[in-house]
């Protein structure tokens, strides 16, 4: 079984290449959606937090505070790092068990999404990692038609993400997304059949 390391940035298409895998017998595990789950089932990841940030970022019924954690790590690095630290061990050592499980169950992938996946030391459980990248102005219409914001607020949010390039240039491969979402979709069958041929011979 092969782990694929899913990256990109923001409005690229990374959902629609997770779908094919899916479809072709894969998992996939959302780095981001771990991260959520932790949040509610991790007692030991939730003690950490408190242990460095305070009781107050989780309220009564133990949900984050997210705009009280926000305050505290935006801004400073050293605590934005410490969090990252707390939070990215939790994520892989659940992303080890559900790589675990779906070589038991004998698929023939699985795919790890993270925008972060490079930074966050998770790129090192994956045998090959996959840039989805895409033209800045299609990315930015894509975010404003996906959540409803602002032309202003997708183009801030774009810009605050390493470019297209910086991904392409640490991935083993590259789905560039410039037509059509069934054209990005055949690209993606190909890539991952060749993908998983590769590393089972």
């Known amino acids: 079984m092969v782990v694929?390391?899913?990256?990109?940035?923001?409005?690229?298409?990374?959902?629609?290449?997770?779908?094919?895998?899916?479809?072709?017998?894969?998992?996939?595990?959302?780095?981001?959606?771990v991260y959520h789950e932790l949040l509610l089932t991790s007692v030991p990841m939730r003690n950490e937090l408190k242990a460095r940030f305070g009781t107050e970022i989780f309220d009564e019924n133990e949900h984050l505070?997210?705009?009280?954690?926000?305050?505290?790590?935006?801004?400073?690095?050293?605590?934005?790092?410490?969090?990252?630290?707390i939070t990215h061990r939790h994520i892989i050592a659940e992303l080890e068990r559900m790589i675990t499980q779906a070589r038991a169950e004998g698929r023939p992938a699985i795919a790890l999404d993270a925008i972060a996946l490079l930074e966050s030391g998770a790129g090192g459980?994956?045998?090959?990692?996959?840039?989805?990248?895409?033209?800045e102005e299609v990315r930015v219409r894509r975010i404003m038609a996906r959540e409803g914001i602002s032309e202003e607020y997708a183009r801030s949010r774009v810009a605050a993400?390493?470019?297209?390039?910086?991904f392409e240039e640490r991935c083993t491969y590259t789905l560039r997304n410039d037509g059509d979402r069934e054209t990005l979709a055949a690209q993606a069958r190909a890539l991952f059949a060749h993908i998983i041929v590769k590393e089972d011979t």
């Open 161 to 166: 993400q390493n470019p297209s390039s910086w």
């Open 65 to 85: 505070r997210r705009q009280e954690l926000g305050a505290i790590v935006f801004g400073d690095r050293s605590a934005l790092a410490d969090l990252n630290t």
């Open 125 to 135: 459980l994956c045998g090959v990692t996959v840039a989805v990248t895409a033209p």
């Open 4 to 33: 694929i390391g899913i990256t990109g940035p923001t409005g690229a298409g990374k959902t629609t290449v997770l779908n094919v895998l899916a479809d072709m017998g894969g998992a996939v595990a959302d780095c981001d959606a």
